[in-house]
């Protein structure tokens, strides 16, 4: 084996398939990587051949890439700051804007009433939130790009199928392992740097024994 090779089968590509058939906007990778390769030397791989990967496969611009950048950049968080204020941890929740009232927060499995409307603005994480952009984590970042992302006219619906998405990607939320990198290292995060958001994430899932490089960037 070599030290990090691109992982895929049937499986893998239906389900990335899926999710950018209803409107996902998430670059996603899988890589096998070896085992005697240190644990920081691992996410970084995943980093740059997740990059690697974007150049050889985007038809529509020449996809530049900082490797002096990226080194050193990774930085551990926790599941938590992964998923952002979208999904509620301790509940095992995803939060979403409602079909029928676009402008309020809810539970995915809640009634969308007046009652039941959520405010994500008191989380922590919202609180504690640096960046002037859009886009705050994982949750986010896969339920509202630009142009919508909808599984049914359900809200439901669609916070089930992100947390089948996330089962069948991360298996155990509470053992993976993330880091964060540094989105100048490539023009691939341009555009997402206008106002939606940027985001590049190495994810380990132990149970799977493969790593998980996650990319984003979006704008009109």
């Not at 994500?120 to 939130?129: A, P, V």
């Not at 705050?136 to 909808?150: E, S």
Request: charged share 25%; glycine share 6%.
């Amino acid at each position: 084996m070599k030290s990090i090779e691109l992982f895929e089968n049937n499986e893998i590509n239906n389900k990335l398939k899926e999710f950018d058939n209803y409107g996902g906007r998430i670059d996603i990778k899988v890589f096998k990587v070896d085992k005697s390769i240190s644990e920081y030397d691992s996410h970084f791989l995943t980093a740059k051949n997740s990059i690697l990967e974007l150049q050889k496969n985007n038809r529509y611009f020449k996809i530049d890439f900082d490797e002096n950048i990226l080194t050193g950049s990774g930085r551990k968080i926790s599941v938590q700051e992964f998923l952002g204020p979208w999904f509620d941890f301790e509940l095992k929740k995803p939060i979403l804007s409602g079909f029928r009232h676009l402008n309020s927060m809810f539970y995915f499995d809640m009634e969308e009433t007046h009652r039941n409307i959520i405010n994500i603005r008191d989380s922590e994480l919202y609180k504690n939130n640096t960046s002037e952009l859009l886009t705050i984590g994982f949750a986010q970042a896969f339920l509202d790009p630009v142009h919508g992302f909808r599984v049914s006219n359900s809200i439901y619906e669609t916070g089930k199928y992100f947390i089948d998405f996330c089962e069948f990607l991360f298996s155990d939320l509470n053992k993976i392992e993330i880091l964060k990198w540094n989105t100048d290292c490539s023009n691939y995060f341009d555009d997402g740097k206008e106002w939606w958001g940027t985001h590049f994430w190495t994810v380990y899932n132990p149970k799977k024994d493969y790593y998980i490089g996650i990319t984003a960037s979006n704008t009109d």
